[in-house]
């Protein structure tokens, strides 16, 4: 396997099942048939399934593709969808969502114990550190508190993230637990709030969320100027994507079923767009296989 020597970093998110889209971005960023030049790297932000027509397609796609490079030249985070299915907070999905990507909740679950599946990355692109979460770590969280580094901070994430999947059960098996393993299961929810935690903001009970759930507009922007730490990140679906001011918050996400790529000059740390592939329908598909 060749060695990489990234001199570009192509950071992708919510893809959604939307896998002819996700394609054509790739092959537009010289990535055709699974195969990364020596000189990119591959970051994708997560949410890889539901809405479209193909979660498995993509979600398999990403991993061989992880499998197929050199460590670290491929890096799949997190989203609440995959976290939805690996015992993280539970949303609304129709039964038929829940009953098809059940047969990837192991792959989730087994890529989260080794770390092939994290929660968060540090990406250095000229002289500036960005920390790259699904959806954003809320300066009011504790651990954004404590002055560490984008480096320590994504240490730190995935230490607990590891930690949540090697001991707790996927949330569709959860009505099988015994009162004690309920009890377990629920204390490292508990202790695992900064991936997890659902802010009020989000429609949730905690006052601030976790990784997977922060939202750009609504927690991140209005505190920008506390974030000790320049974000990527996904999570919303905002019509392009986004620096915003200040530069220490850039949002890449697209509407569903548009593919995007934030392009990262890794010598420079010019940040620029690809262009944007596929159509809005107008209506946003809620069904796992699509309708």
């Not at 968060?120 to 770590?137: M, Q």
């Not at 530069?247 to 593919?259: R, S």
Request: glycine share 10%; proline share 4%.
């Amino acid at each position: 396997m060749q060695t990489f020597q990234p001199t570009q970093a192509i950071v992708i998110s919510d893809s959604h099942g939307f896998m002819e889209q996700l394609v054509q971005l790739l092959a537009a960023v010289d990535i055709v048939d699974g195969v990364i030049p020596p000189h990119i790297q591959l970051i994708h932000l997560g949410d890889t399934v539901d809405r479209g027509p193909d979660s498995p397609g993509v979600f398999n796609l990403l991993r061989k593709m992880q499998q197929d490079h050199p460590e670290g030249q491929v890096i799949r985070l997190i989203g609440n969808h995959e976290f939805h299915y690996c015992g993280g907070p539970v949303f609304y999905q129709s039964l038929e969502d829940e009953e098809a990507v059940t047969p990837l909740a192991d792959a989730m679950r087994e890529d989260g114990k080794s770390g092939n599946l994290g929660f968060a990355y540090a990406l250095t692109a000229g002289d500036k550190d960005w920390l790259c979460v699904h959806g954003g770590l809320d300066p009011r969280q504790r651990l954004a508190q404590k002055g560490l580094s984008a480096t320590e901070l994504a240490e730190r994430l995935n230490v607990i993230g590891t930690d949540f999947f090697n001991k707790t059960v996927h949330r569709w098996r959860s009505a099988g637990l015994s009162p004690e393993e309920r009890e377990t299961q629920e204390q490292l929810e508990a202790d695992a709030s900064v991936l997890t935690g659902v802010s009020r903001a989000r429609g949730g009970y905690e006052q601030v969320s976790g990784v997977t759930w922060c939202d750009v507009i609504e927690e991140l922007v209005p505190c920008q100027e506390e974030i000790k730490v320049s974000q990527i990140v996904g999570h919303r679906a905002h019509l392009e994507i986004t620096l915003y001011p200040g530069g220490k918050l850039v949002g890449v996400n697209v509407p569903y079923g548009v593919a995007q790529a934030l392009i990262v000059d890794l010598k420079t740390g010019e940040m620029t767009v690809s262009e944007q592939f596929g159509e809005l329908s107008g209506e946003i598909a809620t069904k796992f296989y699509g309708s």
